[in-house]
């Protein structure tokens, strides 16, 4: 599929009377998955990988039965994980292949992971410092086992000589030679195995390249992101021939996100692509022109006052995601089409006041039915997903919550 924002091919009326009809013997708040438009995504996704395996980022899903869902499915192999702990558990569930894409200082999961063979050989760590080896080792304690390791690569565009940099702050290893030389320093270090390299492209994979109503901005993006694959392109490939003289053997190269997939996948050096968002499509991926997907996650509000004409109050929704602050960081309200929130107001902890035509169509007690800006964050509001096949919820599944876990 292509296409840009909010390019979605269902009817939204229709959609809403299924949701409706569906919930209709469950109270608000309340969320869903539609498990057509999430068997859709992933079919996408493994379409846009061109049968590089895709690793799916548990942070944006946060739900065991959703994950094994989409790891049945072909095309999809691995986990990329987000907290050491999550990875531990995640292993003990029956998970065998979970990267921990981010450093962990977590000095007890670390000693459990050194004591037990299956938690070694299921998880993979993140490195790129050799001080959080250093403190692998001071946590392992009596743990004898090998410590699978990955390294990270910067994947920041810098200009200028340096000045001016675009993309997160991540990993200091931006330069081949400096990941080239903590890969040797690795394989002579005793209790560690380096196994993989990862460089994730926020930048170019989290990034919407199409704006509604920003066409200066879009383009500017477009730019920016061309350039950036360029570069990127060629010190990967530089990168993985560095490591790769200096440690043979190694596994898994990963790159990419649900934005870039098709694009990552088309390199060379890498031999596997994570994604995660694409699943659920939250509101922050409907601006791409090289994809568009179906809202498959949503949650409910319920009405609660009809403060006047042309206004509800529903309650709660104030759920807003992480990253630097702005409208963009708050859930939309989806269906009915036409509401927005009040300017003074915004989407509020305990209620949430709805202004547009629609309101005066809705009773108190009617649900309301909205996107959040982000994927996976929207499980931590929630202990359970409805999982809606047509017009009926056909199973309630824990999310991480659920299950008493919340990672952090």
Known sequence: MTGG?????????????????????LDAPLAIVDLAAFDANAEDLARRAGGKPVRVASKSVRCRALLERVLARDGFAGIMSFTLAESLWLARSGFDDVLLAYPSADRTA???LAADPKLAAAVTVMVDDPAQLRLVEEA?????????????????LKLLGGRVRIGARRSPLHEPTQVAALARAIARRPGFRLV??????????????AVAGHPAKSRAVRLMQAAARRELAVRRAETIRAVRDAVPGLEFVNGG?????????????????????????????DNYTSFSGRPAALFAQPVVRRPGRGVVTVLGGGYPASGAAGTDRSPVPYLPQGLRYDAQEG??????????????DLRIGDKVWFRHAKAGELCERFAELHLVVGDRVTETVPTYRGEGHTFL
């Open 196 to 209: 993989g390299v990862m460089a994730y492209e926020g930048h170019v994979a989290g990034v919407g390249d």
């Open 110 to 112: 670390f000693a459990e």
């Open 140 to 156: 392992r304690g009596d743990g004898r086992e090998e410590v699978r390791v990955c390294l990270e690569l910067d994947t920041s």
């Open 257 to 285: 996100g649900t934005g870039s997939v098709q694009h990552t996948a088309a390199e060379g050096a890498v031999t596997e692509v994570a994604a995660g968002s694409g699943l659920f499509v939250p509101r922050l991926f």
């Open 5 to 25: 924002a909010a390019d979605f091919t269902r009817d939204r009326a229709a959609d809403r009377a299924r949701y409706d009809r569906a919930t209709a013997h």
């Open 347 to 360: 989407a509020g902890e305990v209620q949430t006041p709805l202004l547009g035509a629609a309101a005066d």
